[in-house]
């Protein structure tokens, strides 16, 4: 079974600073993983997500992952934080290449408040 | 890029009747559509998958009578909750998968229902 973990529900950061949200994975197969983006009263939507390939993926508003296998990793970055980051961020999870048509598995979901 | 939408975007219905809440792919067709319910603040937890001509799929825990889901085309399924009691008040998001190639699964905007 797979498994997601959000490391923080809340995390704060000043305008300028860096992000980081921290996410864990378990999966007994090779995982798709996917960071969400949920503003207020909205649905998600997808940031980045990691497949095969290059380790590091750049995703949309300046943010990028890193998928780390040896620690089961896929932790969230932006170098400076900007007001309009200000969100809920949900990583989640799939173990089928078709992860268009499975289902994900999600964290708990980090809230994301940028300090002016 | 492709668009998923929900109606309503918010209902208030009385304890005791049913509503039924629409979700759409605008522009592609989706074989696989998947529902999920949030509670405030909580992460995003799978109630059923559903797919195109076939019956649903549900995870446990989740009425099937109570929670009833149509996916009649490839462009719509609905839920329908009936008997509605205030603890089924929640916001519920759909999502919706592409064709193969396109690997992605897209969000709709979510409904938040209310009962009284």
């Known amino acids: 079974a797979q498994s997601v973990t959000q490391l923080g529900s809340h995390v704060s950061v000043s305008e300028g600073a860096l992000v980081l949200l921290r996410c864990n994975y378990s999966?007994?197969?090779?995982?798709?993983l996917f960071w969400y983006v949920q503003y207020p009263n909205q649905g998600l939507q997808l940031l980045l997500k990691y497949t095969t390939g290059a380790t590091l993926v750049k995703g949309i508003n300046g943010f990028e992952a890193e998928f780390k296998k040896s620690e089961t990793s896929f932790h969230l970055t932006k170098p400076s934080a900007h007001m309009s980051d200000a969100a809920e961020y949900f990583c989640?999870?799939?173990?089928?290449?078709?992860?268009?048509?499975?289902?994900?598995?999600f964290g708990t979901g980090t809230r994301l408040t940028i300090i002016p | 890029g492709a668009v998923v939408s929900q109606h309503p975007s918010w209902v208030i219905c009385k304890s005791g009747t049913s509503v039924k809440i629409e979700c759409r792919s605008l522009?592609?067709?989706?074989?696989?559509m998947f529902w999920y319910r949030q509670f405030p603040k909580q992460s995003l937890m799978l109630m059923a998958t559903s797919n195109e001509g076939s019956k649903a799929t549900y995870e446990q825990g989740v009425e099937k009578d109570k929670f009833l889901i149509n996916h009649a085309s490839l462009t719509l399924s609905t839920l329908t909750v009936t008997s509605a009691h205030p603890e089924d008040s929640s916001f519920y998001i759909c999502s919706a998968g592409g064709d193969v190639q396109a690997g992605e699964q897209y969000f709709g905007p979510g409904t938040r229902l209310t009962v009284t």
């Open positions: 989640a999870v799939s173990d089928a290449a078709n992860f268009g048509n499975e289902k994900l598995t």
């Open positions: 999966s007994s197969v090779p995982p798709y």
């Open positions: 522009d592609f067709q989706a074989t696989t």
